[in-house]
């Protein structure tokens, strides 16, 4: 059931009836998966944050409703919920993460605007609704007023103070198993996170390739119809040699963008498909190639060092 919004749900597979651990930590490897990523996340958008051209102050944190499962009653008892809404991810050295925020603390009003006055919608009808709005308003208050306020069902009040960050969102989704990006959203698969076998490094090394598409707003670069190959492939190729600036900028090794590239290649992953994407061989060479270019730079300030790809000027053979 998990789809785009993944990272807004707790998960497929329900925990055994009961209350969660002590501390309300994750009791299931997909609230697991969803804190990694979003830990990861956290780190790349927080440290290059200065470099972004869209940044925005942030906190870290990924809201979660039992609405979105088909049956909510076993979803609040799987995670011992006195509500529907509640936390879902708290991002590692974020601001959720230094208020004491903890996987499924049961949320009753995010600032001035209480769940309950949120009207469900029907089953399997944007039964994603309710959740979206919340988690838009709690990143537009981080945003506009540098914190944001949740109420608990224990009756006490925090309130999260903004970090810089780039302004995008990280997904895990359980729906799909490549990776992707717009403008203002990161994904990654969970069969993609699987492959990478629990390696941050090179985890950080895929997220990295999509935050630099974000950051690049290929988006907007491709526009609304259909993409000619070599329009994807030089965007891909911008944003693998941007990647590691990116990580190098969040203090992982560069290395690991085309030690991730040789990793994915053999299973045909939607990150290194060819021809839009190019062969495994060639991206980690060209990676290489920017790996020495970003150590030869004075520092990793990559929105002054960064050299972006020649706009392209002849038209191509468009996508099938």
Same mark, same amino acid.
């Given at each position: ?5 993944a990272a807004l749900a707790f998960g497929l597979v329900l925990a ?109 009808? &944007?039964?994603?609704?309710? =959740?979206? !709005? $919340?988690? @838009?308003?709690?990143?537009?208050? %981080? *945003?506009?007023?540098? +914190?944001? /306020? ?47 076998? &629990?390696?941050?490094?090179? =985890?950080? !090394? $895929?997220? @990295?390739?999509?935050?630099?598409? %974000? *950051?690049?707003?290929? +988006?907007? /670069? ?6 000619t190959v070599k329009a994807v492939r030089r965007t891909e190729r ?83």
């Amino acid at each position: 059931m998990r789809g785009a919004a993944a990272a807004l749900a707790f998960g497929l597979v329900l925990a055994a009836p009961g209350p969660p651990p002590a501390g309300a930590q994750p009791v299931d490897d997909l609230q697991a998966a969803d804190a990694l990523v979003q830990s990861i996340g956290w780190r790349l958008s927080h440290a290059n944050a200065p470099q972004c051209p869209r940044a925005a102050p942030g906190i870290g944190l990924l809201l979660a409703d039992a609405q979105t499962f088909a049956d909510p009653a076993a979803a609040r008892a799987a995670y011992g919920l006195t509500g529907d809404v509640a936390v879902a991810a708290v991002a590692a050295g974020s601001p959720a993460d230094k208020a004491g925020l903890l996987a499924n603390m049961t949320i009753m009003a995010v600032g001035d605007l209480p769940v309950s006055s949120l009207p469900l919608s029907a089953p399997r009808q &944007g039964s994603w609704d309710r =959740i979206w !709005a $919340l988690q @838009a308003r709690l990143e537009q208050a %981080a *945003a506009q007023a540098g +914190e944001a /306020v949740l109420t608990l069902a224990d009756g006490r009040v925090i309130t999260i103070k903004a970090a810089p960050s780039c302004a995008v969102r990280f997904i895990l989704d359980d729906g799909r198993g490549n990776a992707g990006a717009t403008r203002m959203q990161v994904r990654i698969g969970r069969k993609a996170l699987g492959q990478l076998g &629990g390696d941050e490094a090179l =985890i950080a !090394a $895929l997220l @990295a390739h999509e935050l630099a598409h %974000a *950051a690049l707003d290929h +988006e907007t /670069v491709l526009g609304t119809g259909t993409p000619t190959v070599k329009a994807v492939r030089r965007t891909e190729r911008e944003a693998d040699r941007l990647s590691v600036w990116i990580l190098a900028r969040a203090g992982y090794d560069p290395e690991a963008a085309p030690r991730m590239i040789r990793q994915l290649g053999p299973h045909g992953m939607f990150v290194t498909a060819s021809p839009t994407h190019g062969k495994s061989s060639t991206r980690a060479r060209e990676m290489l190639a920017e790996i020495a270019q970003l150590r030869g730079a004075p520092d990793a300030d990559w929105a002054r060092r960064f050299r972006p790809e020649p706009a392209l000027s002849s038209p191509s053979v468009p996508l099938p």
